[in-house]
Each structure stands twice: as structure tokens, then as C-alpha cells.
């Protein structure tokens, strides 16, 4: 016999249906991975571990480590789901779920790659938030250090000094850099021509490879170890830590900070320096600032010769009365001080400052900015550099800071690591534009002058290719949207020179179908790959889900209706 109330049952049903459409439903995309982590992870740590945009913290979490206001706006692409290990077992899950459920997977340590590669992408995506894996192990008896990705330079170089006033490590001057990413694209800082860079120091490594299997260097082969000092490890795996080889620093080290206008004789000083930085005692570092400034209404340029010496300040100024006499150095000039004391120096604290300030992450720290890099092989003529003080004039606000080669950069061999920039480079060109304001307005206009400046200097650089530093990511020299040899032959080339190749074969050998990816990784030989169904994946696994629960919903309300 018919139900007599069948048809208002009906009619509820279909009200509850739109009522449960309205209402917050459990994300599904949140559901899926949390599934699939809990087959390796207990469920209450896997939930703990992902911050979807439901979840009240995910803006913080998420602006925490970027570090280019310019990828924090309200149209920039936001990953769905930030995942954030805290053992290195929840790594190898996130890489197993993310390709189960079909997400591109973006790794960030620092959050300081300039162009927002890794934690922005225009397909749905993951980022896994390295920031919890920070432990750092330093071990006096064999002078090295193991480093998780997720610590920073600054916490590095304090857990150095607790352990000895005497050691150090060739690494970046900005102490909120994350290791993980600094070390897989080079990294160098004032040690460069004393030590050369930091992957030169580089012994071991731990990563997840695509399959989800934690490697060290024996168990990953020299290839890929090659590869991950300095070819990028986002485009091969997920680097957990590195162990390195720490370096003697001196008792006592000096610094000194001379800064020139055009009329008292930079242009002279600069002339003087691109000859005399690359080839000095390697125990002296000397990076110079150019800048267009104001003084008197009236508009100039400065130039700012910034130093560490590895001695005393006697030594120095002897030194560079003999071989730089221009600078017109004193000991008033310089600050004798420790090693862990130039460190802060350099990263701008007064001198004196505890070393503890080191620790300091400085989160949701953002600027808007933008950054370029070139070498230069041949000395600038003075009238090269009288014109390059109108075209800095003219733009009105582009930097460029000048980092000396030389010393132990002139005798590591350009294949030796990916990073290829040795011998015949006398410096490193870093373009470099802050703003305050937001819009796009503000964007097209500072970012068009480091372009601009960036042509100008065309003739002065490198050529064929011309050459830029991987870790001053620049989107300009290239990009990928297929994944080819042959675009990522444009920027790969420009970053890694004959190394590219050898880049390519170790990447066809670990991720032939390419799940390791940005818009300038290293992508594989064979065309093969599998991007583009990770995509559809995506759209049929949320589909599948959203479906599934509204079946189960209606089920709920109708079993007894029929």
C-alpha cells in the first residue's frame, strides 16, 4: 500500500537536500588526505598536520613565510591544503597521498624564493610547510652539523657558536633564509672566496624521492646528491636535512662599511674594485652597493663598499693601502669583532647584539620587491659606469649589488656542482627593488625599471648564454607550462650552463613523470609526462567526494521512506 505521506516526505527531502547544499560540508579535499595519511600516521597527528582554508589558522599559516608581499594578495592562487610535518615519516606520506589524490605537491622551507615559486601555482596544489623539521645536531668531534630543511641560516649560525667561537659556515647573510632552499640552489655569503659556497660543503643529504623512500647519499646515488647541491631539489624530491662540513673562522674578524657620492670619486673606487675585489688575499670579501639617492635636491648616485676580513684591522688597512689605496681605508674605519658578531653585523644589528637575535624568525616580514642577477667576465669601463650612473638616475629607484668572486670560487671546476658560475666570473650583479605600495600599478612600474636596468646592462654581462643565480629567482629569463627540454633548456641554461644536461638525465632517472615541478624545475628527457592528468584527477576525486556525501546524506533521511 502507498505511503499516504510519501509525497510530503519527498518534498522534505528535496528541502533538506538544498538546506545540507547551503550549509558548510566537510571539504572534501581534507577528508581524502586525511584518509590516506592515516594509513601511515595516526589520525589525531595527521589531523594535526593539515591546514585546510577552513581552518582558522590557515592565513597565518600560510602569510607566516611569504616573504614577497607581492604573492600575499586576495587574486594570488592559495594552495587548498598546507601540510605541515612534523617527523620525516609525514613527509613520505604527504608525497605518497599528494599524487594518490592528484595534487601538485609545492615544498617551501624559508618561503624566501623571490618569485613565490614555492607556495604558488595556477592548478589546484598542496605546499608542504617544511618549518617544523629545524633540528640542527652539531657534532665538534667530526666538525659537522646535520640541518633540517626547515631551519633557518640564523638558527644555524647559533647553534654554531654555542658549540665553538672558531667555526663557522659559508652561508647567506639574511638569518631568516631557510636552509632547504638555500643550500639546493648554492647558496653563498661572506665566506665565498675564503671557503666558496655552501653546497661546496655539502657531505651528506637526506630526501624523499617521488616514491615516498627516505635516501641518504649512499642510498640515492652520487647523481642525485650531485644534483641537489645547487640543481634545485624541488624538481627532484624533498630534501629533510643536509650534513655539513664546518669551516675555522679567526678569533677575531674586522668589517668596515665606506660609503662614496658620485663627486667624491666613486666612480674611480668602482673602476678600481671590479679588479681588485675578485683577485685580493682570499680572506677579505668586499660587496658593493649602488644606489640612486637624493642629496641636496639634487639627484646622485652612492656607491657603498661593505666588508669582512678573516684578521685583524692592522692587516687590512695594510692590505688595502697596498692594493685598493683608493678607498683611502683607516683602522677608524673598522670594527674588529668576532665572527658570530659580524654575522648580526651584516644582517644589520648593531654590533654587540646578542646572539639570540639570530633566533628570531621575523614572520609575516613582507615587502613588495623584486630581483634580477648577471655575472660580469670583463671589467666595466669607466664610461660604461659614467652611463650606468644616468640609467640608475634616470629609473630613479634600482640598486645593484656587486659580490666578488675569486679566491676558492677560481679553483672548484664548473661541473663539480650544478652551479657553474667559477673561474673567469669576477662578480655576481644582484638587481634589487623595494616598494611599499600596493596594486598593480606600483608593480608594472618598479618592476619595468629593473628590466630596464637589467637591458641596459646587456653589452657589460655574460653572454650565450647569459648567465643568472638560481637562488635570485627570476621568472623573467624563463618559464615552463608543458614541462619540455626545450623551455626549461631557456632558464636552465641561463642557471646551470653545460650542467643542465646532466640536470635533465639525473631528473628522467628519479621523476620521469615529473610530479616534482615548478614553473622553472628541471623537467625530464622523455615527453611522457603525466602533469596533465593529475589535474583531471583532481576534479574526479573532488567530484567523487562531494557526491558521496550527499548520497549518504539522503540515504539517512529516505531509508525508511520507500
Known amino acids: ?39 601511515s600516521i595516526p589520525t589525531d597527528t595527521a589531523s594535526s598536520i ?27 592562487p592559495k594552495p587548498l591544503i598546507i601540510i605541515t610535518p612534523l617527523d620525516e615519516s609525514h613527509v613520505s606520506a604527504a608525497v605518497i597521498c599528494s599524487q594518490k589524490l592528484g595534487f601538485q605537491l609545492k615544498i617551501r622551507s624559508g618561503g624566501h624564493d623571490y618569485e613565490g615559486l614555492s607556495y604558488v601555482f595556477d592548478n589546484p596544489f598542496f605546499v608542504l610547510d617544511m618549518f617544523n623539521l629545524r633540528s640542527i645536531t652539531v657534532n665538534m668531534a667530526d666538525e659537522t652539523a646535520w640541518v633540517g630543511a626547515g631551519a633557518t641560516l640564523g638558527e644555524l649560525y ?32 661572506t665566506l665565498i672566496r675564503k671557503y666558496g659556497l655552501s653546497v661546496d660543503h655539502v657531505v651528506d643529504a637526506k630526501l624523499v624521492d617521488v616514491n615516498g623512500k627516505i635516501l641518504d647519499r649512499k642510498t640515492m646515488g ?44 666613486a666612480t674611480d673606487i668602482t673602476f678600481k674594485w671590479q679588479t681588485i675585489a675578485p683577485t685580493t688575499d682570499e680572506n677579505l670579501f668586499m660587496r658593493m652597493l649602488l644606489q640612486p639617492v637624493t642629496r641636496n635636491k639634487k639627484k646622485t648616485a652612492r656607491i657603498s663598499v661593505i666588508a669582512l676580513y678573516l684578521g685583524d684591522s692592522d692587516s687590512l688597512v695594510s692590505l688595502l693601502q697596498k692594493d685598493f689605496p683608493e678607498l683611502s ?5 673598522c670594527n674588529e669583532t ?5 654575522v648580526l653585523w651584516w644582517a644589520n644589528f648593531n654590533l654587540g647584539t646578542p646572539p639570540t637575535a639570530l633566533l628570531d624568525r621575523d614572520l609575516n616580514d613582507a615587502g613588495f620587491l623584486k630581483r634580477k642577477s648577471d655575472y660580469v667576465q670583463t671589467p666595466i669601463p669607466k664610461s660604461g659606469l659614467e652611463s650606468l650612473w644616468q640609467k640608475m638616475i634616470e629609473l630613479g629607484k634600482v640598486g645593484m649589488v656587486f659580490n666578488a668572486y675569486g679566491g676558492r670560487m677560481d679553483q672548484i671546476k664548473p661541473d663539480e656542482t650544478p652551479f657553474p658560475h667559477r673561474a673567469g666570473n669576477l662578480y655576481k650583479i644582484q638587481y634589487s627593488v623595494n616598494w611599499d605600495q600596493p596594486g598593480s600599478e606600483a608593480d608594472k612600474n ?26 635570485y629567482r627570476d621568472i623573467d629569463v624563463g618559464s615552463t607550462k608543458k614541462w619540455s627540454y626545450e623551455e ?7 642557471y646551470f650552463n653545460g650542467n643542465y644536461e646532466r640536470l635533465v638525465d639525473v631528473k628522467t632517472a628519479v621523476d620521469a613523470n615529473n610530479f616534482f615541478r615548478n614553473e622553472q624545475s628541471i623537467p625530464p628527457r622523455s615527453s611522457s609526462i603525466l602533469h596533465s592528468s593529475y589535474g583531471s584527477a583532481t576534479c574526479i576525486i573532488t567530484a567523487v567526494n562531494t557526491c558521496w556525501y550527499y548520497i549518504v546524506f539522503i540515504f539517512s533521511l529516505c531509508s525508511d521512506l520507500f
Open 1 to 39: 500500500m502507498p505511503n499516504p505521506m510519501r509525497p510530503y516526505l519527498i518534498l522534505s527531502v528535496v528541502f533538506f537536500f538544498n538546506l545540507y547544499h547551503s550549509m558548510a560540508v566537510p571539504d572534501p579535499t581534507h577528508q581524502a588526505l586525511l584518509q590516506c595519511l592515516t594509513q
Open 50 to 76: 593539515i591546514v585546510s582554508k577552513s581552518n582558522p589558522s590557515y592565513t597565518s599559516v600560510l602569510r607566516a613565510y611569504i616573504r614577497n608581499a607581492r604573492f600575499n594578495t586576495s587574486s594570488t
Open 158 to 189: 647559533y647553534n654554531i657558536w654555542k658549540n665553538s667561537k672558531v667555526h663557522g659556515f659559508p652561508a647567506g647573510v639574511c638569518p631568516t633564509v631557510g636552509v632547504g632552499g638555500h643550500l639546493s640552489g648554492a647558496g653563498y655569503g
Open 222 to 265: 652520487e647523481d642525485l646528491f650531485w644534483a641537489i647541491r645547487g640543481g634545485g631539489a624541488a624538481s627532484f624530491g624533498v630534501v629533510l636535512s643536509y650534513k655539513i662540513k664546518l669551516v675555522p673562522v679567526p678569533e677575531t674578524v674586522t668589517v668596515f662599511r665606506i660609503e662614496r657620492l658620485l663627486t667624491e670619486n
Open 329 to 333: 681605508i683607516g683602522k677608524s674605519n
Open 338 to 342: 668576532t665572527w658570530i658578531d659580524s
Open 446 to 471: 618598479f618592476t619595468t625599471q629593473a628590466k630596464l636596468l637589467h637591458d641596459f646592462m646587456t653589452s657589460f654581462v655574460s653572454k650565450n648564454p647569459r648567465s643568472a643565480y638560481f637562488n
Open 488 to 494: 626549461g633548456k631557456v632558464y636552465g641554461e641561463s
